[in-house]
């Protein structure tokens, strides 16, 4: 069994770390916000004073942390000077890719070994250990990782080298995104066509419309009962992460120069539905954006 420590313990954070003490690892933890600590230790996860501390006499680092600048900036305050050298960081949180490649950069340089590892799968997935993990970094790094990350999850990819796990999670929300709204229109015009939902779902999921937005989380209550659309757009995976995810793939295609209109046009209209207050509603909301009414 090893020593880990996880650093940020939010809504993610504190399932992730259960899901390793459940498995009979030594989980100690860290986050700036002490009821969040509190929330670990309920857990089993054993306090530390700073991320520094939590880095020491450890096998393993995870991070999970709201943005890049967070994570460069747990790396710079200490960590890799406490830690003992060849321990493997972890960083679980979905950020740019030029700041996960500084990540592994400075941990490379401080003769740690490193691994960009974000999730898909969201609070649900960290709860029940089933999120998917995809990774960036030497093969060393995700052969040690590996068995770790599949306390936590139920399928771990190596995508590539440095930066390659944050770049697989942004190209697939990307995808996401798009077709969230391409099936969200697909429903509203239906309606002014006075097409039952039902009935372009019945139609669309076998056709050549078929894709998971439609048919594993429809944006419209009915056809498919699982879907945030019958709990009153409860997340799931917030309107405000997919923003995120998506502002950080428009920024990531700027940088390498690719062409990406949908995903740009994607990002605009999250961004007015986050503006709209809905911010804090499943992203497959998006269809009241669409409709032109809330909820
Ligand atoms: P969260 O805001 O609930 O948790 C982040 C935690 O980091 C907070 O508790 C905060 O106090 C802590 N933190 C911030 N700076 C810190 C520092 N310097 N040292 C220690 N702790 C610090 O966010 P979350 O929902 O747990 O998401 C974490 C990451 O996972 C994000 O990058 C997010 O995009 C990604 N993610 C989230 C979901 C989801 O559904 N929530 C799904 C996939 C990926």
């Known amino acids: 069994m090893a020593k880990i420590s996880v650093i940020g313990l ?71 000077k406490a830690a003992k050298p060849g321990t493997l960081f972890i960083d679980s949180s979905t950020i740019d890719v030029a700041s996960a490649r500084g990540a592994h950069k400075l941990a490379g340089d401080a003769k740690m070994l490193s691994l960009d590892a974000p999730v898909s799968g969201g609070v649900g997935g960290a709860e029940a250990a089933t999120l998917t993990f995809m990774c960036g970094g030497s093969k060393d790094a995700f052969e040690k990782a590996k068995p770790i990350l599949e306390a936590m999850g139920k399928k771990v990819v190596h995508c590539g080298d440095a930066g390659a796990g944050q770049a697989a999670k942004i190209c697939n929300n990307m995808i996401l995104g798009i077709s969230m709204i391409g099936v969200s229109e697909a429903f509203v015009l239906a309606e002014k066509l006075g097409l039952s939902h039902q009935a ?42 997919m923003l995120k995810d998506l502002k950080l793939a428009q920024e990531a295609a700027a940088a390498a120069g690719a062409t990406t209109p949908m995903g740009a046009a994607a990002a605009q209209l999250y961004g007015l539905h986050n503006a709209w207050g809905e911010g804090g509603t499943d992203f497959s909301g998006i269809i009241h954006l669409i409709r032109g009414k809330s909820q």
Request: hydrophobic fraction near 40%; aromatic fraction near 6%.
């Open 10 to 80: 939010g809504n993610m954070g504190v399932p992730m770390a259960g899901n390793l003490v459940k498995q009979g690892h030594e989980v100690a933890g860290f986050d700036l916000v002490a009821t969040n600590m509190g929330q670990a230790a309920s857990r089993g996860v054993t306090g530390r004073k700073s991320a520094a501390d939590a880095a020491t006499d450890v096998d393993i680092v995870v991070t999970m942390l709201p943005a890049g600048k967070h994570v460069l900036e747990v790396y710079g305050a200490g960590m890799l």
């Open 200 to 241: 372009l779902f019945d139609v669309a999921s076998t056709a050549s419309g078929q894709c998971w937005s439609l048919t594993s989380y429809c944006p419209v209550p009915g056809p498919v009962p699982a879907s945030p659309a019958n709990n009153n757009y409860k997340p799931g995976f917030a309107s405000a992460l």
